[in-house]
């Protein structure tokens, strides 16, 4: 059993749990992930690890209530346990293979969206502790579902947030922050971005227009995370990639986001069905005629 | 009672159990097992014996069940076997034991796996365990893996006295006895669970989720957890696609995420929150007897399945009792057939499959005759979901974050068949992780040599 030694909603449907798991606490990196249940027929959940501690031996996830088992899984509390965390899995970032004196003379973009700020924060705090200040664009669609804006803030070079609604700091997407930032005569030699796939198929777009090499993370469909069932296959450039054990982090121009997109709805009627069954009880069986 | 053939054994119905997930074979009961025991001629020079990759002394608790004692004919198998509740369900015994046997030559060979799976059944359902070891030699010893391999080597130094941890990537411990092979062939709580709590009961411990490689590698199991060998039984876990085009379609799965989610993930149980896809027509492509436990489970999920194979029915690498049980069951084979495309709607779930038709050409480097396309043979065969079975290749994981473990071509470790050495001091393999997709027996051999191998390196150590 894995103990919640800490637990809150950062905003509305979005929840950071502290979790003790030493041995992921103890080799992760930042772009790893590691893969929860909560019970014993719980389904396994893969979430970005969003921070760690290796001496109190405890890994930070932050997640959204998507579906059944993530709504189960916000209520949870401190002094509750997860029945299984396994990690770190996956490759860590690029970033921390590179030399920091090296990374020091690069100007890095991190693109932040949603919820997607949680694994932006660990490599952006990473970069922070050696010394490189990298520029944090974080968006989302409105003012209270901003996250962790005063720790990115702790960490970041500039931090540019913005709204889709206009509600908070910049009013649009976060490719308009770019476009914008890049017209007020910004410079960057790398991108990052992380958030819903569409966000990062079109922040790939935009930035293959600017010629800024840029590095998505994805996050498909899987089920065991060790590269075995192959449920995450992605195309990358061409080429057939398991997001488990090649990514989650792949070179973003080279990502067929439609086809990635198109994947991760295999399961949704299914995942309807468990939501409803959740909130209903056990009177929603299918066989409506609506449903398939 | 003929004496040339087995005693038949009981089975479901085909037309119920298609519907069920309930085990197919029932297995004998002891008169059964007595009456069949007692067609063993007790050979002095045992032929099956050395048909056994673990080498059970068969004759041997073959006449202690012929004598009605069924707990000594447990301890004659365990002396030998950790998983005999296991192998007497999934070894290809018609190749090994039986396929040895003198009674074969003329009739039937003695049921020799019924008949372990009977005593093992009956251990169980009577409490007993097998007999661990008193005196400790205060030595640790790190599993990488509890598939069956793992087990029998963990099993097997447990009894000499070593400290033993396995440690396991999933949630659960049993490999492929729990993600891959079904519910119906393998039943897991009243069958694996129990053998596996045996194995513990020998002093071995387990921890799960421990992803070898990613949560700590081999050298820091070594230099920091004070373990003094270690065997790497993790299989062989990465799922092959053909590379045609429309394999990444909406419905086209490896049979490792379809047997998973079935499996491991129960989603063969309408309880259960786990997703799996409940296709109308389906088509499992391969013929090996991970084909035969998809498309047996998707017939059970409802599906109307197509085994395609693109040998003729010889070739087909599955077990002869796992074919005759699907065409039972009502799987469609269609043979000499081979895939060329996945076709797919404009919302990218699949509608159907470009095959190509073959025929047996000159016999290839396997002794098996050589498929070759038939020209301009194409059709379309309507399916909403493929299950690729091609095969595993091992999973990189470990061999690539451990310095000085070499591997071949095909990324298997490289180990001594004899005592699982690898090219490693101190660092031991075995099963598909050395031979690339194999059976459950055969890896049970290799963890059986793997474990005198560590001890006699450890007692020279």
Same mark, same amino acid.
Not at chain 1, 20 to 33: I, K, L, N, W
Not at chain 2, 212 to 217: E, P
Not at chain 2, 429 to 448: C, P, Q, R, S
């Given at each position: 059993?894995?103990?919640?030694?800490?637990?809150?909603?950062?905003?509305?449907?979005?929840?950071?749990?502290?979790?003790?798991?030493?041995?992921?606490?103890?080799?992760?990196?930042?772009?790893?992930?590691?893969?929860?249940?909560?019970?014993?027929?719980?389904?396994?959940?893969?979430?970005?690890?969003?921070?760690?501690?290796?001496?109190?031996?405890?890994?930070?996830?932050?997640?959204?209530?998507?579906?059944?088992?993530?709504?189960?899984?916000?209520?949870?509390?401190?002094?509750?346990?997860?029945?299984?965390?396994?990690?770190?899995?996956?490759?860590?970032?690029?970033?921390?293979?590179?030399?920091?004196?090296?990374?020091?003379?690069?100007?890095?973009?991190?693109?932040?969206?949603?919820?997607?700020?949680?694994?932006?924060?660990?490599?952006?705090?990473?970069?922070?502790?050696?010394?490189?200040?990298?520029?944090?664009?974080?968006?989302?669609?409105?003012?209270?579902?901003?996250?962790?804006?005063?720790?990115?803030?702790?960490?970041?070079?500039?931090?540019?947030?913005?709204?889709?609604?206009?509600?908070?700091?910049?009013?649009?997407?976060?490719?308009?922050?770019?476009?914008?930032?890049?017209?007020?005569?910004?410079?960057?030699?790398?991108?990052?971005?992380?958030?819903?796939?569409?966000?990062?198929?079109?922040?790939?777009?935009?930035?293959?227009?600017?010629?800024?090499?840029?590095?998505?993370?994805?996050?498909?469909?899987?089920?065991?995370?060790?590269?075995?069932?192959?449920?995450?296959?992605?195309?990358?450039?061409?080429?057939?990639?398991?997001?488990?054990?090649?990514?989650?982090?792949?070179?973003?121009?080279?990502?067929?986001?439609?086809?990635?997109?198109?994947?991760?709805?295999?399961?949704?009627?299914?995942?309807?069905?468990?939501?409803?069954?959740?909130?209903?009880?056990?009177?929603?069986?299918?066989?409506?005629?609506?449903?398939? | 009672?003929?004496?040339? /053939? &087995? #005693?038949? @054994?009981?089975?479901?119905? =085909?037309?119920?159990?298609?519907?069920?997930?309930?085990?197919?074979?029932? +297995? $004998?009961?002891?008169?059964?097992?007595?009456?069949?025991?007692?067609?063993?001629?007790?050979?002095?020079?045992?032929?099956?014996?050395?048909?056994?990759?673990?080498?059970?002394?068969?004759?041997?608790?073959?006449?202690?069940?012929?004598?009605?004692?069924?707990?000594?004919?447990?301890?004659?198998?365990?002396?030998?076997?950790?998983?005999?509740?296991?192998?007497?369900?999934?070894?290809?015994?018609?190749?090994?034991?039986?396929?040895?046997?003198?009674?074969?030559?003329?009739?039937?060979?003695?049921?020799?796996?019924?008949?372990?799976?009977?005593?093992?059944?009956?251990?169980?359902?009577?409490?007993?365990?097998?007999?661990?070891?008193?005196?400790?030699?205060? /030595? &640790? #010893?790190? @599993?990488?893996?509890?598939? =069956?391999?793992?087990?029998?080597?963990?099993?097997?130094?447990?009894?000499? +006295? $070593?400290?033993?941890?396995?440690?396991?990537?999933?949630?659960?411990?049993?490999?492929?006895?729990?993600?891959?092979?079904?519910?119906?062939?393998?039943?897991?709580?009243?069958?694996?669970?129990?053998?596996?709590?045996?194995?513990?009961?020998?002093?071995?411990?387990?921890?799960?989720?421990?992803?070898?490689?990613?949560?700590?590698?081999?050298?820091?199991?070594?230099?920091?957890?004070?373990?003094?060998?270690?065997?790497?039984?993790?299989?062989?876990?990465?799922?092959?696609?053909?590379?045609?085009?429309?394999?990444?379609?909406?419905?086209?799965?490896?049979?490792?995420?379809?047997?998973?989610?079935?499996?491991?993930?129960?989603?063969?149980?309408?309880?259960?929150?786990?997703?799996?896809?409940?296709?109308?027509?389906?088509?499992?492509?391969?013929?090996?007897?991970?084909?035969?436990?998809?498309?047996?489970?998707?017939?059970?999920?409802?599906?109307?399945?197509?085994?395609?194979?693109?040998?003729?029915?010889?070739?087909?690498?599955?077990?002869?009792?796992?074919?005759?049980?699907?065409?039972?069951?009502?799987?469609?084979?269609?043979?000499?057939?081979?895939?060329?495309?996945?076709?797919?709607?404009?919302?990218?779930?699949?509608?159907?499959?470009?095959?190509?038709?073959?025929?047996?050409?000159?016999?290839?480097?396997?002794?098996?005759?050589?498929?070759?396309?038939?020209?301009?043979?194409?059709?379309?065969?309507?399916?909403?979901?493929?299950?690729?079975?091609?095969?595993?290749?091992?999973?990189?994981?470990?061999?690539?974050?451990?310095?000085?473990?070499?591997?071949?071509?095909?990324?298997?470790?490289?180990?001594?068949?004899?005592?699982?050495?690898?090219?490693?001091?101190?660092?031991?393999?075995?099963?598909?992780?050395?031979?690339?997709?194999?059976?459950?027996?055969?890896?049970?051999?290799?963890?059986?040599?793997?474990?005198?191998?560590?001890?006699?390196?450890?007692?020279?150590?």
């Amino acid at each position: 059993m894995y103990k919640i030694v800490k637990a809150k909603e950062l905003a509305a449907n979005i929840y950071l749990m502290d979790v003790a798991a030493p041995r992921v606490a103890r080799y992760c990196e930042p772009g790893q992930f590691v893969i929860v249940r909560m019970g014993e027929d719980g389904e396994r959940i893969p979430l970005t690890i969003c921070d760690y501690d290796r001496e109190k031996g405890i890994v930070t996830i932050v997640f959204q209530c998507v579906g059944a088992s993530t709504k189960m899984m916000a209520s949870l509390q401190e002094g509750d346990s997860f029945h299984d965390v396994v990690g770190p899995l996956g490759c860590p970032s690029d970033l921390v293979k590179e030399d920091p004196e090296s990374l020091k003379n690069k100007k890095i973009l991190f693109v932040a969206g949603g919820v997607g700020t949680a694994p932006v924060y660990p490599q952006v705090k990473w970069l922070h502790e050696r010394g490189v200040n990298a520029d944090v664009i974080m968006g989302s669609k409105t003012k209270d579902l901003l996250i962790l804006e005063k720790e990115m803030e702790a960490v970041a070079g500039n931090l540019y947030v913005t709204t889709d609604d206009g509600s908070y700091g910049r009013s649009g997407m976060v490719t308009q922050v770019i476009k914008d930032l890049v017209a007020e005569g910004h410079q960057y030699d790398v991108c990052i971005a992380i958030g819903p796939m569409i966000m990062m198929k079109f922040v790939c777009l935009l930035t293959k227009e600017l010629n800024l090499p840029t590095v998505v993370s994805l996050n498909p469909i899987m089920v065991d995370g060790t590269g075995m069932c192959g449920a995450c296959r992605v195309t990358v450039g061409g080429k057939v990639k398991f997001a488990c054990v090649d990514g989650p982090e792949f070179d973003g121009h080279q990502v067929n986001f439609d086809e990635a997109m198109r994947r991760q709805t295999m399961y949704r009627t299914q995942e309807g069905r468990a939501m409803l069954r959740l909130e209903e009880g056990d009177t929603h069986h299918g066989g409506c005629g609506n449903c398939q | 009672m003929d004496v040339l /053939k &087995k #005693v038949p @054994v009981r089975e479901q119905d =085909p037309k119920v159990r298609a519907t069920n997930f309930e085990e197919v074979c029932l +297995g $004998y009961n002891q008169e059964e097992a007595m009456c069949e025991a007692s067609r063993c001629i007790n050979c002095r020079n045992a032929q099956c014996v050395k048909g056994c990759p673990v080498a059970i002394d068969i004759p041997g608790f073959i006449s202690k069940v012929k004598a009605g004692d069924i707990e000594a004919a447990y301890q004659v198998i365990s002396e030998a076997s950790a998983l005999p509740a296991v192998c007497g369900r999934v070894c290809p015994q018609e190749t090994q034991c039986e396929g040895k046997c003198i009674r074969g030559i003329k009739g039937e060979p003695v049921s020799i796996g019924k008949l372990e799976r009977f005593v093992a059944d009956w251990a169980r359902e009577n409490g007993i365990v097998p007999e661990g070891c008193k005196e400790k030699k205060g /030595k &640790k #010893v790190a @599993v990488i893996g509890s598939g =069956p391999a793992g087990l029998t080597c963990a099993g097997d130094l447990a009894k000499m +006295g $070593y400290d033993v941890t396995i440690f396991e990537a999933l949630h659960e411990p049993g490999g492929v006895l729990v993600y891959g092979i079904p519910e119906f062939r393998l039943p897991k709580k009243a069958v694996v669970a129990k053998e596996i709590e045996n194995v513990k009961s020998l002093g071995v411990k387990i921890e799960t989720n421990v992803v070898i490689g990613k949560s700590i590698t081999i050298d820091q199991l070594i230099e920091e957890e004070g373990f003094e060998a270690i065997f790497i039984g993790s299989g062989a876990g990465l799922p092959k696609f053909m590379g045609i085009p429309g394999e990444n379609s909406n419905g086209v799965f490896s049979a490792n995420e379809y047997l998973t989610r079935s499996n491991l993930m129960k989603a063969f149980d309408p309880d259960s929150n786990t997703p799996i896809m409940h296709g109308k027509k389906v088509a499992v492509v391969g013929g090996g007897n991970v084909a035969m436990d998809a498309a047996r489970t998707a017939l059970r999920l409802g599906a109307e399945v197509h085994i395609v194979y693109r040998r003729s029915e010889e070739e087909l690498p599955a077990r002869v009792e796992e074919v005759h049980h699907a065409k039972e069951e009502g799987i469609i084979f269609n043979l000499l057939t081979n895939p060329t495309e996945i076709l797919a709607d404009e919302k990218g779930w699949v509608t159907g499959m470009k095959c190509i038709r073959m025929e047996l050409g000159a016999p290839d480097e396997s002794g098996r005759r050589r498929p070759v396309v038939i020209p301009d043979s194409e059709f379309e065969m309507p399916v909403d979901c493929v299950i690729m079975s091609l095969g595993t290749s091992p999973n990189p994981l470990i061999s690539s974050t451990t310095e000085g473990l070499e591997v071949n071509k095909w990324k298997c470790i490289i180990a001594d068949e004899t005592n699982g050495k690898t090219t490693k001091e101190g660092v031991y393999a075995g099963g598909d992780a050395v031979t690339g997709a194999a059976t459950v027996i055969l890896a049970m051999g290799a963890g059986k040599a793997a474990a005198k191998g560590i001890d006699e390196y450890l007692s020279n150590k």
